[in-house]
């Protein structure tokens, strides 16, 4: 019996003390929790500094679009041994510098873009992977800030085909007025003095001097969601037709999953009537790296 009560008391105490170092263990577990948050937010307004502070910034990110298909003995389809693939990448980069009353932004984007169909894999003759999208676009505008968020600035743009017909047809564009910054990551550009350089062969595209309007806007949305979306206009004051004036709507979201790895997806839709008299579109959904 005394055993007995000697081992009861033995397991009381071992279970009052299991149960002490477990209200420990939690306890020390919401300081090191407390503690983190206190890091996180820390390293959240260092960030917040460093974006902000004057100099230059640099920046790449890009999205990659494949998509591979094959038929073999599909007697529902016009062309049963199939076979077909595409690929499309679009880069941006990007170069700005800020100052207390001076600023300076340079981008370039591309846009190009494959595809190959061999309609059937059993002939010796194969397809070769032809072009579908060529673009090149490079922009900078330089500002000096007059008031809080309005500068005067000037803009310099080209946009071309780069694999193909450089420059045939290429449009140059150089103006002056001035840019708002009404929020942060946010730039509109009025130049309503802008003259728009056309090159190439065909005889419907000629210079025109007209107004530049164009707007760019990123942030960041939740679940480490990146969103960018750009809009450049020109307004021609000669009346021609077909007409001078365009414009190109571009948008980019792209999701971090690893170390700058992720899925992304652009969008944009453009409207030239010397190009085509419909609106065209685009969209590349696929891999994204940022760096």
């Known amino acids: ?28 577990k919401k300081q090191k929790e407390s503690e ?21 910034k640099f920046g790449t990110y890009g999205t990659l679009g494949f998509n591979l298909s094959s038929f073999n003995n599909w007697r529902k389809g016009a062309n049963p ?14 170069a700005n510098y800020d100052r207390k009353k001076l600023f300076w932004r340079t981008n370039m984007n591309t846009n190009l ?40 600035s000037t803009l310099l743009e080209f946009n071309t085909s780069v694999l193909s017909d450089f420059n045939n047809p290429g449009i140059l564009d150089f103006g002056i007025g001035s840019t708002w910054k009404p929020v942060k990551n946010m730039v509109v550009v009025i130049h309503p003095l802008n003259y728009h350089w056309v090159f190439g062969d065909d005889p419907e595209f000629t210079n025109a001097l007209g107004a530049k309007i164009g707007a760019d806007y990123s942030r960041k949305l939740i ?22 004036s365009e414009w190109t709507w571009t948008n980019s979201l792209s999701l971090n999953i690893w170390k700058g790895v992720g899925i992304g997806f652009e969008f944009a839709f453009r409207k030239a009537e010397v190009e085509d008299p419909e609106v065209q579109n685009f969209w590349v959904l696929g891999l994204s790296y940022s760096f």
């Open 113 to 152: 873009a494959w595809q190959k169909l061999d309609t059937d894999k059993h002939d010796d003759q194969t397809g070769e992977f032809e072009q579908v999208a060529d673009v090149l676009r490079l922009s900078s505008l330089f500002g000096y800030t007059v008031v809080d968020d309005l500068a005067i």
């Open 81 to 94: 041994y199939a076979f077909s693939s595409a690929i499309r990448t679009s880069v941006n980069a990007f």
């Open 1 to 28: 019996m005394k055993y007995f009560f000697s081992l009861f008391f033995v397991l009381i105490i071992s279970t009052l003390a299991h149960n002490q170092t477990i209200e420990e263990y939690r306890a020390l």
């Open 223 to 244: 679940g480490g969601l990146r969103w960018k979306s750009n809009i450049n206009t020109f307004l021609s004051y000669k009346k021609t037709d077909p007409s001078l």
């Open 36 to 56: 983190l948050k206190v890091i996180k937010d820390s390293i959240d307004l260092l960030k917040i500094r460093i974006e902000s502070f004057p100099g230059w």
